[in-house]
């Protein structure tokens, strides 16, 4: 049964804080000066409404908020706030934070929604009328108030505390995820900035993924990698494997995108479940057309002294026997020596895999054995020193008791 957020123990004042935090408002939820943190925080700069960057509220010793740090202290914050700006809707909004954290539920109402009639700029307000949607589990106006807040800060959508409300209950998950199908400018770092998340909040993306494919808003290949990339920096291999196959059309196979249709050039994405070119000053990666059959070739030159890798992919499959086969052709378009395959658990220790075939046409194979040391297998193919205008393509990985491959492209 779906977990109901609404009526969670915690009272709104408690998760108004949490979230407010997680806003960058914590400070500000607690009665001191946001201002005095941003002088602190230069991050949190973008955060400060204008309200709190007068220096009137100076005159309010900070020391004395820290000090006393009570609902009384953020009430009184909040009316000196009214009391010298009422036009500004940061005014109300504290003074309903205070209201709220001196149990004062009718006061907080009127307060905050005195500062949503100032505009919709205020995030504590927005977030306080999003709490209270999920608290009336009225989900499409807390979206609303979600969208509100995100637009005006897109990389507060990356933060677990903000959007975990909605990713915990399908009904809410459902109306955030029809604000996410207008394409606000929060989406992409919704998706894609998930480096501060622990494993179990990948989970809840990852449902958050599923929902939006049932949907008809399928992130391909693109769009899940990122979740695909951190599942597997936290050691959940099989799982990111899972995710791949499920949202990225390349991903059949025992390795993804046999014909290089789409390999990764950035050094900076790990891309484990793609093929990924490596780059080097002595090396030289051309993509062309396949001479035969569908996908490209790479056209592959090794000037220097050493081998060189040109590019790896990780494969999830069970121990046994296998067999990985490639296309390797020197200039004249017959079958060359130029390439080596290497393989293991760790990029730091991989071993060279058996001893290659020559099937003909330029085919090679040669036999692997995968042990269960580890989930996830490195595939490496090396570029011999000393050898340039080398062909390399359609690289395959099938187990030893299927059929033979054959030398067909």
């Known amino acids: 049964m779906a977990r109901n957020y609404a009526k969670a123990v915690l009272p709104l004042s408690s998760?108004?804080?949490?979230?407010?935090?997680?806003?960058?408002?914590?400070?500000?939820?607690?009665?001191?000066?946001?201002?005095?943190?941003?002088?602190?925080?230069?991050?949190?700069?973008?955060?400060?409404?204008?309200?709190?960057?007068?220096?009137?509220?100076?005159?309010?010793?900070?020391?004395?908020?820290?000090?006393?740090?009570?609902?009384?202290?953020?009430?009184?914050?909040?009316?000196?706030?009214?009391?010298?700006?009422?036009?500004?809707?940061?005014?109300?909004?504290?003074?309903?934070?205070?209201?709220?954290r001196a149990g004062d539920s009718a006061g907080a109402e009127r307060a905050f929604t005195v500062s949503g009639r100032m505009g919709w700029r205020v995030p504590l307000t927005q977030t306080y009328l999003m709490m209270r949607g999920l608290e009336l589990e009225d989900y499409r106006v807390a979206a609303i108030r979600l969208d509100a807040i995100l637009r005006q800060q897109p990389r507060l959508?990356?933060?677990?505390?903000?959007?975990?409300?909605?990713e915990q209950n399908p009904t809410a998950m459902d109306a955030m995820i029809d604000r996410m199908a207008l394409h606000p400018n929060w989406a992409a770092s919704y998706l894609r900035d998930l480096s501060n998340l622990n494993l179990p909040q990948l989970t809840s993306r990852e449902r958050v993924f599923a929902r939006l494919s049932e949907r008809g808003l399928k992130p391909g290949c693109d769009g899940a990698r990122p979740l695909v990339t951190e599942l597997v920096r936290r050691g959940d291999v099989a799982r990111a494997r899972g995710v791949w196959r499920t949202y990225?059309?390349?991903?059949?196979?025992?390795?993804?995108?046999?014909?290089?249709?789409?390999?990764?050039?950035?050094?900076?994405?790990?891309?484990?479940?793609?093929?990924?070119?490596?780059?080097?000053?002595?090396?030289?990666?051309?993509?062309?057309?396949?001479?035969?059959?569908?996908?490209q070739w790479l056209n592959v030159s090794n000037t220097g002294p050493l081998n060189v890798p040109v590019m790896r992919q990780m494969a999830v499959v069970p121990a046994g026997r296998y067999r990985i086969s490639w296309l390797a052709q020197d200039a004249?378009?017959?079958?060359?020596?130029?390439?080596?395959?290497?393989?293991?658990?760790?990029?730091?220790?991989?071993?060279?895999?058996?001893?290659?075939?020559?099937?003909?046409?330029?085919?090679?194979?040669?036999?692997?054995?995968?042990?269960?040391?580890?989930?996830g297998?490195?595939?490496?193919?090396?570029?011999?020193?000393?050898?340039?205008?080398?062909?390399?393509?359609?690289?395959?990985?099938?187990?030893?008791?299927?059929?033979?491959?054959?030398?067909?492209?």
């Open 248 to 295: 990225c059309p390349l991903a059949h196979g025992m390795l993804a995108d046999t014909n290089l249709l789409a390999p990764i050039h950035d050094d900076a994405i790990l891309a484990p479940f793609n093929w990924k070119l490596l780059s080097s000053g002595e090396m030289s990666i051309v993509e062309r057309p396949a001479g035969q059959g569908i996908g």
């Open 15 to 100: 998760r108004l804080t949490i979230v407010a935090g997680g806003l960058g408002f914590a400070v500000l939820a607690l009665g001191s000066g946001l201002d005095r943190a941003a002088a602190r925080r230069p991050d949190l700069v973008p955060y400060v409404p204008d309200l709190f960057r007068y220096e009137a509220w100076g005159a309010q010793s900070t020391a004395e908020l820290e000090r006393r740090n009570t609902p009384q202290a953020v009430l009184q914050l909040g009316a000196l706030g009214v009391g010298r700006a009422p036009i500004e809707g940061a005014s109300s909004a504290v003074l309903g934070m205070g209201y709220l």
């Open 332 to 375: 004249n378009g017959t079958s060359s020596r130029g390439i080596e395959v290497q393989q293991g658990c760790e990029l730091s220790s991989l071993e060279r895999v058996g001893i290659p075939h020559d099937l003909g046409q330029g085919r090679w194979q040669a036999e692997v054995v995968i042990d269960a040391n580890c989930v």
């Open 377 to 409: 297998h490195w595939f490496q193919l090396v570029a011999l020193p000393g050898r340039g205008g080398l062909t390399l393509g359609r690289v395959m990985l099938e187990s030893a008791t299927g059929p033979v491959f054959s030398s067909n492209m």
């Open 157 to 166: 959508a990356s933060n677990a505390a903000v959007t975990e409300p909605f």
